[in-house]
Nanobody
Framework: QVQLVESGGGLVQPGGSLRLSCAAS????????MGWYRQAPGKQRELVAV???????NYADSVKGPFTISRDNAKNTVYLQMNNLNPEDTAVYYC???????????WGKGTLVTVSS
């Protein structure tokens, strides 16, 4: 089993920045995606961004530009740098690892990001 622990959420004013981190309890061997999803109140969970262990990235159209995903394979950690935040970015952000071969998905418990003045 793999545990994921997110950190970095909080309250930020519109236009501000936050950096989320997610550390996995152990290395995931084989091809995999590390990513961030978010769920706003009353809405379904949606993909924000993913990054492969080779460094390829994919973003939701709504966050292209202001958000940057990265990972440190040596630390089993994925990051999400969020700039120019707006109230529509308010949500619980969840870390995910998807193992390509087995299809296994691992989820963190989520970290709340609130964008408000």
């Amino acid at each position: 089993q793999v545990q994921l622990v997110e950190s970095g959420g909080g309250l930020v004013q519109p236009g501000g920045s936050l950096r989320l981190s997610c550390a996995a309890s152990r290395m995931i061997f084989g091809d995999n995606f590390m990513g961030w999803y978010r769920q706003a109140p009353g809405k379904q969970r949606e993909l924000v961004a993913v990054v492969t262990n080779g460094g390829s990235t994919n973003y939701a159209d709504s966050v292209k530009g202001p958000f940057t995903i990265s990972r440190d394979n040596a630390k089993n950690t994925v990051y999400l740098q969020m700039n120019n935040l707006n109230p529509e970015d308010t949500a619980v952000y969840y870390c995910n690892i998807h193992h390509t071969f087995s299809g296994a998905d691992y989820w963190g418990k989520g970290t709340l990001v609130t964008v408000s003045s």
